[in-house]
């Protein structure tokens, strides 16, 4: 078992305020860590890295950077049982969002959004839209989907929104 040491300058005791700030954090601080959250979470039994206690506990201490930059607060499934059985009433699946939208705001964004982004910049889609997809949607009446215009229209608003920083180059 690591010890890691936690040096108090590293620390901002005011992280807690800017998650109880954003939308679905006002209760982080009801948290007694009972554990409640995570002996019913799903993802806690495929990956025991994922810990709603413990992420809640670092966000509480002012852990920041450590919480923002980790993946293991995109591993939320959304599923609610965290919610439901919490005797605090503190919504964690919210909880999660709040802490992921202010990882977004920091920079720190999860590679599976950047390379889904990158997909709909390209295509205008998530996935390539084939001539054989095309084919099933007119079976079934639904109009075909042209890859050129909807990649156009996507990279306008992407780049009106200036997500084109966050798209990988060709070649790095």
């Not at 936690?6 to 954003?22: A, G, N, R, T």
């Not at 293991?72 to 999660?96: A, E, H, N």
Request: net charge neutral.
């Amino acid at each position: 078992m690591s010890k890691e040491i936690i040096k108090v300058s590293e620390l901002d005791p005011k992280f807690k305020y800017e998650i109880m700030k954003e939308p679905g954090g006002e209760m982080i601080t009801a948290c007694f860590a009972c554990g409640t959250c995570t002996a019913s979470c799903p993802v806690t039994l495929v990956d025991a890295f994922y810990n709603p206690r413990r992420i809640i506990r670092m966000a509480l201490y002012g852990m920041k950077e450590a919480v923002l930059k980790e993946e293991f607060v995109w591993l939320c499934s959304g599923c609610y049982l965290c919610q439901q059985r919490c005797p605090q009433g503190v919504k964690i699946t919210d909880l999660m969002t709040a802490i992921r939208n202010i990882a977004v705001r920091e920079g720190f964004i999860h590679p599976s959004f950047t390379a889904q982004l990158d997909f709909i910049y390209k295509l205008g889609n998530i996935y390539e839209v084939t001539e054989f997809d095309n084919k099933k949607r007119q079976k079934y009446g639904l109009p075909p989907i042209e890859q050129s215009t909807t990649a156009e229209i996507a990279q306008k608003i992407i780049e009106a929104e200036g997500l084109d920083k966050l798209l990988k180059k060709e070649g790095e």
